[in-house]
């Protein structure tokens, strides 16, 4: 019988804290049972929720902690205070003691950058962390990173951003060599920011055999699926990502509205509800809930902090996916195959300056 | 009777050239009876429109010209082929020489910006031009900018524009104090670019009495009208635009997919019609044609090159609104009011660093 799934989960995190996170984690454990939960927080809130899920029960250790990250603590305050004392602290360190094989927080997005980094530290090569999500195309998902994790970032950045959302890319979608493009605001060479450029034609000549290198892809290139993946530091992804969000909900918002405005439209309505259905659930945000942290020497999944107990589910299954198909080998092979991936970038970037 | 506006068409630009603007600015004509045209290019094309436009043909004037810009051509190399010889270029210089009171060309963008830096001047105490455009929001329509003339730029930078936008958001809007926000990817003070957050400083300490500074903006913030101006440097802007854009053909297409699957959802849709016109009537990316080139010594304003004449109506609109409104005077005021915003910006920044 293959190893079980171990996902250690902060109890603690997001708006709604554990009536959310116990729901959730009780959902995904129905769609893979060959999981077990570690659960970090205050056992009163974890007890009376984990009672009304007898099967993640079963599945589940909860360790108490006194301690709960709040949002609007910056990452250094949460890191002094929080270090070894609070819910998030544990669920990371579950994973760097070996006890897990994932954490997984809804809480505050750079107090859980600021530990995970601290506690895990970065992969040999990787300056800086960054944050990966799923984007609804027409023809499936696409992975984009980094949506806001670091700011800025030279060409070698970008270039490690590259290899590593490749290697999530041939795990999540299963295929051997993943297109990738870099986000700019125009296909031509000549485009963009100096750092982009370079990326360009660091990507291109190292001609990888486990990725695919397709060129620049303009946001509204995104949904059109152009790319598997596509590359960006985390400012640009950032605004992207809450662009099109923000134009999805304001669409859904002013055809709701048109739609209640007269009685044909209202039966309109009725007969056509399936088609609003699958339109919902094609560009649900709660689907693509789930960023994973990537660069750091452990798996660690972000979710919304304001997400439902179905949105934190897919959050825990991302997690769950990540550490059944050992994404984090996946991506140290990248970086290492043939000697080193980023070694032969700067090798690159000196034959090319 | 007040005087008419002159308006300086580039009958070349464009995937249509005069097959659109001409019919384009027809259909301006009818909304404006008190504009003047300059039509610009190969008068063996633009005639035979014309005729086909009677009221038009009355209010124009076809000065031929053999050179027209194309979409691939370089910045430097349609300033070189196409100086005093173009379309695009005669119908910039017509702004200069007084004889129009704005240009307007559907054709390459950055053709249009280097012939307009290089004919037109920047304003003094700007350093580079903007493109803004119109955001539909759920509170009418918010502007924009720079949507890709300019990428990169430092705090001084963000402030002119905030200035110009400002400005502009005065005249279109009829507000005495429009509300304006830097585009950033979180509310938080510490979030951010240096130069973003050094020009939400350099706002706050000039307090101005025309333009209302109200804070970060993030790209979700925009459709819901936080802001009459939301500011940004040209690379985040388009990055912005595009996705939203993107997202809204994406979601567009989803739909109409998801209607057509059964005869149920058919009739669904024929009752319910009327609420996907108004959808579309309020996404329509036609309205919100006409990009204004900001922080030159004359006005000028981009059309897409790929729209139709309705699309380009709205650009010629934009044209004539801005040149009766007189934009240019109304930013002088605003960069010069109180001795100079742009110098007492400077005073700020030296106290505040």
Redesign the interface.
């Known amino acids: 019988m293959p190893k079980k799934v171990r996902i250690a989960l902060d109890a603690m995190g997001g708006d709604d804290g554990a009536s959310v996170v116990v729901p959730g984690a009780a959902i995904s454990l129905s769609r893979h049972p060959d999981t077990e939960f570690l659960l970090f927080g205050d056992s009163k809130l974890i007890e009376p929720e984990l009672a009304a899920h007898p099967p993640l029960k079963a599945a589940s250790r909860v360790i108490h902690t006194d301690v709960a990250i709040s949002n609007d603590e910056?990452p250094s305050q949460a890191l002094r205070r929080g270090r070894k004392t609070s819910s998030m602290w544990f669920a990371i360190d579950a994973v760097k003691q070996g006890e897990a094989d994932v954490a997984i927080s809804a809480g505050n997005t750079g107090a859980l950058m600021a530990m995970a980094r601290f506690n895990l530290r970065m992969l040999p090569g990787i300056d800086r962390p960054a944050i990966t999500g799923l984007w609804?195309?027409?023809r499936g998902d696409a992975i984009v990173l980094d949506l806001?994790a670091t700011?800025?970032g030279d060409a070698h950045h970008l270039v490690a951003l590259a290899l590593m959302g490749s290697a999530m890319a041939s795990v999540r979608f299963n295929v051997e060599r993943p297109t990738v493009g870099l986000?700019n605001?125009g296909r031509e060479e000549?485009k963009?920011?100096e750092e982009i450029r370079e990326a360009a034609e660091l990507l291109r000549a190292m001609n990888l055999p486990q990725l695919n290198y397709i060129g620049f892809v303009?946001?509204?290139?995104?949904?059109?699926g152009v790319a598997d993946v596509v590359v960006t530091e985390?400012?640009?992804g950032?605004?992207?990502?809450?662009?099109?969000?923000?134009?999805?909900?304001?669409?859904e918002?002013?055809?709701r509205n048109?739609?209640s405005?007269?009685w044909?439209?209202r039966?309109?309505?009725?007969?056509?509800?399936?088609?609003?259905r699958?339109?919902r659930d094609?560009?649900d945000p709660n689907k693509s809930n789930g960023g994973v942290l990537l660069g750091l020497k452990g798996l660690v999944v972000k979710s919304h902090g304001g997400t439902s107990a179905e949105g934190f589910a897919y959050a825990v299954d991302v997690g769950y996916e990540m550490a059944h198909y050992d994404l984090l080998t996946k991506i140290n092979q990248m970086l290492n195959r043939d000697g080193s991936a980023l070694a032969s970038a700067q090798t690159a970037q000196e034959a090319v300056s």
Chains 1, 2 share one sequence.
Do not use: C, W
Request: proline share 3%; glycine share 16%.
């Open positions: 910056k609804p195309t027409v806001g700011i800025g986000l605001i000549m963009g920011h303009e946001s509204d290139g995104i949904g059109k985390g400012y640009a950032n605004i992207a990502l809450k662009a099109a969000e923000g134009t999805a909900r304001q669409m918002g002013f055809l048109a739609l405005q007269s044909p439209r039966i309109g309505y009725l007969l056509a509800r399936g088609a609003f699958a339109l094609k560009m």
